[in-house]
């Protein structure tokens, strides 16, 4: 009895988990104004693309393991065969990650790194479920003043970091796997954008 007791508790958080996604996703959908700025963010990435440019992706914790995601759609492939695409998750060079952090201290691995690699023209994604992750927040900063457009992929809330993006999309939450799953969900969406209109300038 206790066995199968713990059976349908364990089955019941696996449907109430799914159900709480769904409704974070359900009032995304019903959101005009975020469907608005997702494709804002998506259409200002294949302009920096078309331009020569190319997009810095960066977090923490999951939302590093998002950017590094995201940034191998746009090398590798979304859905469709079509050139490769410049993007770089700057968690991913552990020598410069842990050289910066020891030298400059951590708030400061995605700033440094962003002054170095970032030009005008492109594009930089921050990513923290907070928005107030302070070596995003600095990062954003040295986009910002090195004519970088900034996307801030958020919670509820949007942290300080709406007060520094160009663009911020927020996610209608404050639970953090919830914020992460629609993360994702997002940057996916933003791919397929930049694929299909990247592809239909190749024809």
Do not use: W
């Not at 190319?54 to 590798?76: C, I, P, R, Y």
């Not at 990650?97 to 030009?119: C, H, M, P, S």
């Not at 520094?164 to 940057?187: D, K, V, Y």
Request: glycine share 10%; charged share 25%; net charge positive.
């Amino acid at each position: 009895m206790k066995a199968r007791g713990k059976t349908k508790e364990l089955n019941d958080l696996v449907r109430d988990r799914i159900q709480r996604s769904i409704e974070v996703k359900q009032a995304l959908s019903s959101d005009a104004g975020f469907h608005e700025f997702v494709a804002q963010a998506a259409m200002q990435i294949v302009k920096s693309l078309r331009g020569g440019g190319k997009v810095l992706f960066f977090g923490n914790g999951g939302s590093a393991a998002d950017a590094q995601h995201l940034a191998a759609e746009f090398t590798g492939r979304y859905l469709k065969e079509r050139r490769a695409l410049p993007a770089l998750a700057l968690h991913a060079n552990t020598s410069s990650l842990t050289a910066i952090g020891n030298d400059y201290g951590f708030d400061y691995v995605f700033a440094r790194q962003l002054e170095a690699l970032g030009k005008p023209g492109d594009v930089a994604v921050g990513i923290s479920t907070s928005g107030n992750s302070r070596n995003v927040l600095r990062a954003l900063e040295v986009a910002k003043s090195n004519s970088i457009y900034t996307i801030a992929l958020t919670g509820r809330s949007g942290g300080a970091m709406k007060k520094l993006a160009n663009c911020t999309l927020r996610i209608p939450s404050e639970e953090t796997p919830r914020i992460q799953e629609c993360h994702i969900l997002t940057g996916h969406i933003i791919c397929e954008i930049a694929e299909e209109m990247l592809i239909e300038d190749a024809k």
